[in-house]
């Protein structure tokens, strides 16, 4: 399930997204249904305060969201988020 924000694959089964890449960095990590949820909830509250957000890709690799990239990256998880619930 490749966006232009997230790519990575559902797996049904267990009901997580393998996340592979955030923007143009490369990642391997694995997100629940309440972990994505969580991170919904923060960006949409950062869009709403109109802030910029800087998500921590690695545990180390700051990717800087403008507005607009927010509002995508939102769309994205609410759509993983469909897939695995």
């Known amino acids: ?14 009901k997580e997204y ?3 890449r955030v923007k143009h960095c490369e990642t391997q990590s694995v997100l629940d249904a309440e972990q994505l949820e969580h991170l919904n ?3 949409g509250q950062a869009v709403e305060a109109d802030e910029e957000y800087i998500l921590t890709v690695n545990d180390q690799i700051p990717v800087r969201l403008n507005r607009e990239e927010m509002q995508q990256l939102l769309l ?9 619930q």
Request: no cysteine.
């Open 1 to 14: 399930m490749d966006q232009s924000i997230l790519s990575g694959e559902v797996d049904a089964q267990s």
């Open 41 to 43: 909830h923060h960006i």
């Open 18 to 20: 393998v996340l592979r």
């Open 76 to 84: 994205e998880i609410r759509q993983i988020a469909e897939h695995i």
